[in-house]
């Protein structure tokens, strides 16, 4: 399940319930920066859509988790504030 940063300079991927992101540099040939691991979760399995996406600055995350396998609780506010109607 990877995404891109909304600048597409970052790219971020789940391995082994861990959220992992590399800086992708562009130029004459792609350049990967340094893995970072940003957080553990264990994702809700199933289903067709992602489990997770990134803010556009790529600073905080949605995540679909399986209850109780955090000790740290996600809070979304305003999100609708941002849609066009």
Do not use: C
């Not at 940063?5 to 391995?15: D, I, K, Q």
């Not at 959220?19 to 540099?25: A, Q």
Request: charged share 15%.
């Amino acid at each position: 399940m990877p995404a891109w940063s909304r600048s597409g300079t970052e790219l971020f991927y789940w391995e082994r319930a861990q959220l992992v992101s590399v800086e992708l540099r562009a130029g004459p040939e792609i350049a990967l920066g340094a893995r970072k691991t940003l957080f553990q979760a264990n994702l809700q399995t199933g289903g067709v859509l992602a489990q997770y996406d990134p803010d556009p600055l790529g600073q905080h995350f949605v995540v679909a988790a399986v209850p109780g396998s955090s000790s740290r609780l996600a809070v979304i506010s305003n999100v609708l504030a941002g849609l066009e109607r």
